[in-house]
């Protein structure tokens, strides 16, 4: 989240007249889109404004998001657009400051039943499709050649089609209230190997590398997922979740203190 258009509080009415929105926030993280929150009366949404030509992404969002509904997913409701602003139904919950054992556990539930939902989901593509892994690969290598041979393995980067992942599940796409889970931001999934959805997860929910946050992942995601997951299988898409992620902060962000963040998982 973030902001690069800025709107003001009568413009966004002008936009939605049935709202009677009656405050408008910028929010602070993110580089992608533009996202505000609003507030009515009674209620609170989420605008935004995707900075990028994806229409086809939205479309897909769209479609993935009323099955997560139909399923009782704790997920973003889409209500309206106005030209390139997007109206949706904000989600309850805050974003955690301090991970638990019980939020690890909570995720995992979620993370299974999504990809029980997800692996029919076949209206999207591949997610790496994307990403120019080559031309970063590239980037990397003229700029950063010591931090390119670590990520060199990347070339030969290749996803099963499990079904839909997310693909993005970091600490800032999730709220939290008691035992129960909201995730949001599914714009730039898209089909790949649920090994990789929960290796991603992890490098934001477990940075420590704890043994049991991890044991306990897995476990409780296999209790109920259709498709489980090895221990191995895991750990090698960890892996590859953290040098890709670690490449994606490089090139796009040009942060090596955020890249070395992942180091550890390497």
Not at 6 to 15: G, M, Q, T
Not at 17 to 35: E, L, Q, R, S, V
Not at 135 to 150: D, E, G, I, P, Q
């Amino acid at each position: 989240m973030g902001v690069k258009t800025s709107i003001k509080l009568h413009e966004v009415n002008a936009l939605f007249p049935n709202y009677h929105f009656t405050k408008i926030t910028a929010t602070k993280y993110g580089i992608m889109d533009t996202t505000y929150i609003l507030e009515s009366k009674s209620s609170f949404y989420i605008l935004k404004k995707y900075e990028r030509k994806i229409e086809t992404k939205i479309e897909t969002e769209k479609k993935l998001l009323r099955l997560l509904s139909a399923s009782n997913l704790n997920t973003p409701k889409f209500l309206e657009q106005n030209d390139e602003w997007y109206l949706y139904a904000k989600l309850e919950g805050k974003i955690p400051q301090n991970i638990q054992l019980k939020h690890i556990q909570i995720l995992a539930r979620f993370m299974s039943e999504f990809h029980n939902v997800s692996k029919d989901f076949k209206d999207s593509r591949a997610f790496l499709a994307s990403y120019e892994i080559k031309k970063m690969l590239s980037f990397a290598k003229s700029n950063y050649f010591v931090y390119y041979k670590k990520f060199s393995s990347l070339k030969e980067m290749r996803q099963k089609d499990d079904g839909f992942i997310h693909g993005d599940i970091f600490i800032d796409n999730t709220l939290f209230t008691k035992n129960k889970i909201a995730v949001f931001d599914f714009i730039d999934g898209g089909l790949g190997e649920f090994s990789f959805d929960l290796g991603v997860a992890l490098l934001s929910f477990n940075p420590h590398k704890r043994v049991l946050f991890t044991k306990s992942f897995l476990q409780t995601y296999n209790q109920k997922a259709k498709r489980k997951i090895s221990h191995k299988e895991l750990q090698k898409q960890l892996q590859v979740a953290a040098k890709f992620y670690g490449l994606l902060r490089l090139v796009s962000d040009d942060n090596l203190k955020r890249m070395k963040e992942l180091a550890k998982f390497w």
